[in-house]
């Protein structure tokens, strides 16, 4: 089979932000060639700003396949027009009583996902984690940019001044219970920052998952940051590297990072199934579509293998199942409940994702208002694993070494300390120095040395502060880096959208104002920022369904790195070298091996504007079907701007091996060349039509404009 790719190229690339930025110059010898953090990680605040708007690499060209056939690759590309969990549902709008949540006073009922993104974001209240907290009275519609309105909270950490004693002397004084509003009541629990967690016991067919597990006893965690182990390449390993987590257990020996994931989303679609408000039988016939996000700077490999567990756990396959960026589904959440008059064309803003193990941030400019809302993005995104669940094991790690030197000292004193950190210090801390906490320390004895009285720690608001500060510091590197990027492209950033977990904490919403604060940057915390991703989700679903429902559309997207594939060129002694050139068989010429790049890093890449890939391929006629051929999608990072490489070397990692199935071509209809040795060969000319979407990048087989189906990817 000989593979050849056309000569003519051009790409999907949107005009939105044409000359925003410079592209590398790629140097070639022809011519030019074209976001499951947790989120329930800290309280929510009352300042709310936003108010709802409504309810292997190739083989050599030379080699000869199955069925004799034989490839070789030219460069071309053809543009065309074209672990948080969400569900979309689709069925017929209906009536169906709901039962109320825990707590509750009055139950209610809930329309049916149909078209209305606010009936399927009030269904997803009726779940634990994602309730639908009533709105603040003291929210105006008028203050989504340049204002904050705020409300006092009462909590039950006694907040004084420092004594002079690390013990206080007086009698400890009573405390109130802390007022907490609806989507505080429902992140409570026992304290466990990450219920991304499973624990399998010998001799049990399932495992326990989330809050099934007992607090005192080890459990698999931190299994989905364990999908991309390769982690460096993609997201900066920030606080990670000074944290350890003594309750994670390692994984088994018939467990690996991707099956316990694909056990963890099993246990999760069950339970989903099980608690849905509505009869077995209209489950059971009614097409679920699911939506898992992703954090935005995960390698396409782990993007990947998440799509693999969630289709292995009975999620959905292909096109039935959608992997959205984090940050992207966030700023859905955010625009949405924007009033009309608080966006303009052109306006910029950076969309910063802080959860519980990663903070991702993406810039976006506003190109169109009506009729639907149209954003880009600008510049790359970032990421980095600095979220809240490192303020746990900071304060985790602080604790073991003011305590752990004591004899009286037993590891399951951690518990109740942890419970009290996350559900209540962490989530209170406003960065005051002067106040001090009291820490339960079941059984430890009263020690001035330690300053432990009455079972309890005094933890000062000093060291509290030092717990803190180098995550949130992390932070506000990631948003600096962000915004001087979009400045590059002589950009102005208008505001910072601050969302997730770790978003909801005053403290780091206080110092990300502080650091932005000469620059005339607002940073603004969207109403229901804790579950913006999970309901940003929802609607980017609807959208792909409906656009009009949502209102949103997301133009472009900024591509991080350059993408293409290997093909093998005519060596020719003018412009190559010539320990290049390698002797093609297949062509009786000496050729040599380059790349062509489909995507240039820091292009603005269409969804709904699919790039094409076309393939000139030959195979011996004697053959009853078309054999399936492997294409190699390639990356190169290019970390300095350097351009991409022309020519085959070691700055291309390997993304994904694409097995495409040429037996789903009909041969009946192809043409035929005979050869001087007297062989028939089938001639084929095929497309890829490559389209990227939210998280991912999709390959679909084409021919003579139809469509062969999805082409499986084997991530590298």
């Known amino acids: 089979m000989a593979m050849k790719r056309t000569s003519e190229k051009t790409f999907g690339v949107s005009p939105e932000l044409k000359g925003s930025k410079k592209r590398p110059k790629i140097a070639k010898t022809n011519k030019p060639s074209p976001s499951i953090a947790s989120d329930n990680d800290t309280p929510a605040e009352s300042d709310s700003l936003f108010i709802p708007s409504g309810n292997a690499r190739r083989q050599n060209t030379s080699s000869t396949g199955k069925g004799g056939c034989k490839s070789q690759k030219a460069n071309t590309a053809e543009s065309a027009d074209h672990p948080s969990i969400s569900v979309d549902k689709s069925p017929p709008a209906k009536k169906v009583p ?32 994602l309730v639908t907290p009533t709105a603040s009275s003291n929210t105006d519609s008028d203050n989504w940019i340049g204002a904050t309105t705020t409300e006092s909270v009462e909590t039950s950490i006694p907040a004084q001044k420092e004594p002079e004693t690390s013990v206080p002397a007086q009698k400890e004084p009573k405390t109130s219970k802390p007022r907490k509003s609806q ?75 991707e099956d316990i994931v694909t056990d963890y989303l099993t246990a999760l679609r069950q339970h989903f199934e099980a608690v849905l408000p509505l009869p077995e039988s209209v489950v059971s016939t009614t097409p679920i579509k699911y939506v898992i996000s992703v954090p935005a700077m995960w390698s396409e490999s782990a993007v990947g293998k998440t799509r693999r567990c969630a289709e292995k756990a009975g999620m959905g ?87 752990s030197s004591h004899p009286s000292w037993q590891g399951d004193m951690l518990e109740d300390a ?62 600096g880096q962000q915004i001087k990027a979009t400045k590059d492209t002589n950009s102005i950033v ?126 011996l006629a004697s053959v009853k079907k078309l054999h399936p051929i492997t294409i190699t999608i390639v990356k190169c990072t290019d970390p300095n701007d350097d351009g991409a490489p022309a020519f085959v070397d070691g700055e291309v990692t390997p993304v994904a091996n694409l097995q495409v199935s040429l037996e789903l071509i009909p041969t009946k209809n192809l043409k035929k060349r005979r050869t001087e040795d007297g062989k028939q060969w089938y001639i084929v000319d095929f497309s890829l039509k490559v389209t990227r979407t939210s998280a991912e990048f999709h390959y679909d087989l084409m021919r003579n404009h139809k469509s062969y189906g999805r082409v499986s990817a084997e991530f590298v």
């Not at 007992?214 to 989905?224: L, T």
């Not at 430890?444 to 803190?468: C, E, H, Q």
Request: a neutral charge; aromatic letters at 10%; one cysteine or more.
């Open 98 to 129: 709901v039962k109320p949540r825990q707590g509750s006073k009055t139950s209610k009922s809930t329309t049916v996902p149909g078209n209305h993104a606010g009936s399927i974001l009030d269904t997803l209240g009726t779940f634990p984690g």
């Open 494 to 619: 208008k505001s910072v959208l601050l969302v997730g977990g770790f978003g909801e904490n005053s403290y780091l919403h206080q110092r990300l104002r502080q650091s932005v604060a000469d620059e005339s940057i607002e940073v603004l915390k969207p109403l229901y920022g804790w579950t913006a991703v999970a309901r940003g989700a929802v609607l980017k679903a609807l959208a792909d369904h409906s656009p009009k429902s949502v209102g949103i559309n997301i133009a472009g997207r900024c591509a991080v790195n350059h993408y293409g594939t290997e093909s093998a060129k005519e060596w020719k002694a003018s412009i190559h070298h010539e320990d290049q050139r390698i002797w093609s068989k297949a062509n009786s010429r000496y050729e040599v091996n380059t790349y062509d790049w489909f995507v240039s890093k820091g292009d603005t890449v269409s969804e709904k504007k699919p790039i094409r890939l076309h393939y000139h391929t030959e195979c």
């Open 317 to 403: 396959l292909a096109a039935g199942l959608t992997i959205v960026s984090e940050p992207e589904a966030a700023a859905i959440w955010a625009l949405q409940q924007a009033p009309p008059n608080a966006i303009d064309i052109d306006d910029i803003f950076v969309l910063c994702d802080a959860g519980g193990g990663t903070v991702d941030l993406i810039s976006y400019k506003v190109t169109a208002l009506k009729p639907i809302l149209r954003i880009v993005e600008v510049v790359p995104g970032q990421g980095r694993k600095c979220g809240s669940t490192f303020l746990n094991q900071r304060f985790e790690a602080f604790l073991k070494d003011k305590l």
């Open 418 to 479: 942890m419970k009290r950190f996350e559900l209540e210090v962490k989530r209170y801390f406003d960065g005051s120095k002067t106040t001090f906490y009291q820490i339960p320390v079941p059984t430890f004895p009263d020690s001035p040395a330690y300053d432990v009285r009455r079972a309890r720690y005094t933890l000062k608001g000093t060291d509290l502060y030092d717990i803190f500060e180098p995550v949130v510091k992390d932070v506000i590197e990631l948003v």
């Open 183 to 257: 989507s505080q009541k429902a992140r409570s629990g026992d304290g466990r920052d990450e219920n991304i967690e499973l624990q399998y016991t010998e001799g049990q067919p399932q495992p326990k998952w989330g809050f099934q597990i007992p607090a005192d006893v080890q459990r698999q965690k931190w299994f989905k940051l364990a999908l991309d182990p390769n982690s460096n390449s993609s997201i900066d390993i920030g606080q990670a590297k000074y944290c350890s987590d003594p309750q994670a257990a390692p994984p088994g020996y018939n467990q690996g990072p």
